[in-house]
């Protein structure tokens, strides 16, 4: 979880990550069926998330997926990482 508190804080550009905050939405996030967290890891070291929702809708004639939050650590980035996590999502 820190590792994603950690790219969580660099993605932030207009406001402050709490960690308690943080802490507490990642446990909601979790547990809920609607959300979907993929961790990318290289060498037991985390280094991109993804955050995405699902949910129903009149106009598609059912579910409907879109992603609210992608990062990979600047250093990893370039390596397919990132299109990786895109392809779990979508599966």
């Known amino acids: 979880m820190n590792g ?9 550009t207009s406001f402050v990550v709490h960690e308690e905050s943080f802490r ?3 446990s909601q996030l979790i547990d809920s069926p609607n ?3 993929a961790i990318a890891e290289h060498d ?3 280094v991109g998330y993804i955050l995405g929702f699902e949910h ?3 106009y598609a004639n059912g579910r ?4 609210e939050e992608i ?3 600047e250093s990893f980035r370039r390596q397919g990482i990132g299109e990786e996590l895109m392809f779990e999502f979508e599966a």
């Open 35 to 37: 959300a979907y967290i």
């Open 4 to 12: 994603v508190l950690d790219l969580a804080t660099g993605f932030a």
């Open 24 to 26: 507490t939405s990642y």
């Open 71 to 73: 990062m990979v650590h």
């Open 64 to 67: 409907v997926a879109w992603v």
């Open 44 to 46: 037991g070291q985390i």
């Open 56 to 58: 129903l809708t009149f």
